[in-house]
């Protein structure tokens, strides 16, 4: 079975400008979230999908928006980056089908704002 | 608002001790408790998974306990070899209606050889 998938692997963005990033989840994985980590910050929760409905957010301003496709796949956006932006965004499946929540995390999104 | 709390930060052993890592969490209404494994620029590997009614959960060298009534977690690493080091990372998931994963800081642990 084919792990939690993210493109692209690595970003290069300047300030300004906006930003998609695409995650594909474990095949008949309806959950998916989103998590910015950041050397200062750590891991922080931005967004939870589950049947294209986002069900939960974090703390995270506007900028930060996300949704979710038919097929489950995921893709998330920044607009207008700042500096602070700058972090590995992971994605995580979960089944969500029995009781497990089990949460699957992809390889990440190395975005970089100059 | 859930907080957890890794100690410590970072641990430097020889090969072949065995290990403790803390993970301490102050709400205790959580529905599962996961420790996962991140290499440097790397994503997460999901290691154990704890649900609330249990008490531990073991895979292979790696032995995971989880008091909720005190709000903590240990993972316990037998017989460390070098390929263990890494950051091991526990988050707790939330019993609410907003079930999202609060992660700690995390350890970073060296296993020399």
């Known amino acids: 079975k084919a792990g939690v998938t993210q493109t692209p692997r690595y970003l290069i963005k300047t300030r300004g400008q906006q930003v998609t990033l695409s995650c594909s989840p474990i095949s008949g994985h309806r959950s998916v979230s989103w998590y910015q980590q950041t050397p200062g910050q750590g891991l922080q929760f931005l967004f939870e999908y589950f049947s294209e409905t986002q069900r939960n957010k974090g703390n995270f301003p506007g900028r930060f928006s996300g949704r979710q496709f038919s097929n489950s796949r995921s893709e998330m956006n920044v607009s207008t980056l700042e500096l602070g932006d700058s972090a590995l965004y992971l994605c995580?499946?979960?089944?969500?089908?029995?009781?497990?929540?089990?949460?699957?995390f992809g390889p990440g999104t190395r975005l970089t704002v100059t | 608002k859930q907080e957890v709390t890794q100690i410590p930060a970072a641990l430097s052993v020889p090969e072949g001790e065995n290990l403790v890592l803390n993970c301490s969490f102050t709400?205790?209404?959580?529905?599962?408790l996961q420790w996962f494994r991140q290499d440097p620029g790397k994503g997460l590997t999901s290691l154990l998974l704890?649900?609330?009614?249990?008490r531990e959960q073991t895979s292979g060298r790696l032995n995971a306990s989880l008091d909720k009534s005190s709000g903590r977690s240990t993972l316990y690493i037998a017989a460390s070899q070098p390929g263990d080091s890494a950051t091991y990372l526990c988050?707790?998931?939330?019993?609410?209606?907003?079930?999202?994963?609060?992660f700690g800081s995390g350890t970073q642990l060296t296993v020399l050889p």
């Open positions: 709400d205790s209404a959580i529905y599962n």
């Open positions: 995580a499946s979960s089944p969500l089908a029995g009781v497990s929540y089990e949460q699957y």
């Open positions: 988050a707790s998931l939330s019993s609410g209606s907003a079930r999202q994963l609060t």
């Open positions: 704890i649900q609330s009614s249990q």
